[in-house]
DNA sequence: AGGATTATAGACCGACCGGTCTATAGACTG
DNA sequence: CAGTCTATAGACCGGTCGGTCTATAATCCT
């Protein structure tokens, strides 16, 4: 059938790989035959879904992970009315995961942002774009909570870096603890503002 | 002469230079062709100096950029009375490096740390004590001016987290906003603490 | 049914990867 | 000045890189 998009599943299948992939060893730590078999696909099927190659891969990959990083967050801030406790949820997520695959997968947006150049204008596009639309999903949760809309954007991208930034530290460490710490000094700070100006 | 340490330049371009990549590209993005015509040294050079080839060079870079960053965080902490004003300083020298080099050059430590993997264990045991060793300078810059000992060592995460992350999303987005804004979050809370206490 | 389009399959390519090896040059030591 | 050790130099290696190309299978449209 396929009425809506074309997509018959190896697309997706090497998507989830590249998505693997960025999460372990970056954009340039897998070459395209291991991607290839762990998607189960010979060479040709990934130019034919993507005749710009492995870089354009990379492209849907981030968006794809993206869409679902704005997804769980959506999840989680409409679960919990405190956006403080939504945020410990998250981090508190990002540490279950981490631990769960052995400090071997982290955000596979850091990752290849990192390793991309100013050439690299798709990849950087997406990222930037992904990355703003993260953070306008967190302003708008603190703004929606009393907190002054300049003051709402600082934190959105402080919470967005702090995440980003305590997930390194523990994966290169092999223990959860600075992501602890990290969502524990930032719920403090944001429970100040929303008090502030309550 | 070379009375202290045998150590004859050559050694040191090549760190530079593989310092710079991963700055630039990361430990996987340049190849070693491209590593000893930056240092301008022949193949054989690099395996005299580090016997264990690329990876022992990356660590000896890791190495080198750790006891940078300290020393700056020194000096920073000893100009600027107020941490507050020379952790702004320190997030304003980040902007302007990034800005100088076009939005090419980030931090080379939390590029090799996402691109690394659990069995890296030279390189991420170098990271893990480089961090700490980071974070252990801030803590206790904190706790001199009167935080408490276990919110400084939390607020010391939040601050390197912040630090990378902002490094991060500046990058992508070729604007140093995400620098601003999160210092200016940081600094915010930090003066909260500061002042809590005193 | 028949032709066009889409998807799968993998052989094949030149370039470059990281690494080893031998040869030579210099410096220091007796 | 011979002998040793350190440093520089680059030819060379097998393997893998990302990418192209042609052949075949499946699907869709009329």
Redesign the pocket.
């Known amino acids: ?2 009425t809506a998009a ?6 997706d299948r090497l998507i989830a790989a590249m998505l693997d992939a960025l999460r372990c060893r970056g954009y ?1 730590g ?6 290839l078999a762990a998607a ?10 993507f ?5 354009e891969l990379a492209v849907a990959a981030v968006q794809l992970a993206i869409d679902g990083m704005l997804v769980s967050l959506d999840r989680l801030f409409e679960k919990h009315a405190d956006p403080a406790i939504a945020l410990a949820a998250w981090m508190d997520g990002a540490q279950k995961q981490l631990r769960a695959s052995e400090f071997e997968r982290g955000c596979p947006l850091a990752t290849i942002a990192l390793e991309s150049t100013p050439n690299d204008v798709a990849i950087r596009g997406a990222l930037a774009n992904g990355f703003s639309a993260i953070r306008a999903h967190l302003a708008g949760t603190l703004e929606r909570q009393g907190v002054a809309a300049a003051i709402a954007g600082q934190i959105a991208v402080l919470i967005l870096a702090a995440y980003e930034g305590a997930l390194l530290q523990a994966r290169v460490a092999g223990r959860t603890d600075a992501i602890r710490d990290t969502s524990a000094a930032l719920i403090a700070l944001i429970n100040t503002q929303i008090g502030a100006t309550k």
Not at 40 to 49: D, E, I, S, T
Request: cysteine-free.
């Open positions: 059938m396929n074309s997509t018959p599943q190896t697309r340039h897998v070459g395209l035959s291991e991607l189960g696909a010979p060479k040709g099927v990934l130019y034919h879904h005749p710009g190659g492995k870089a």
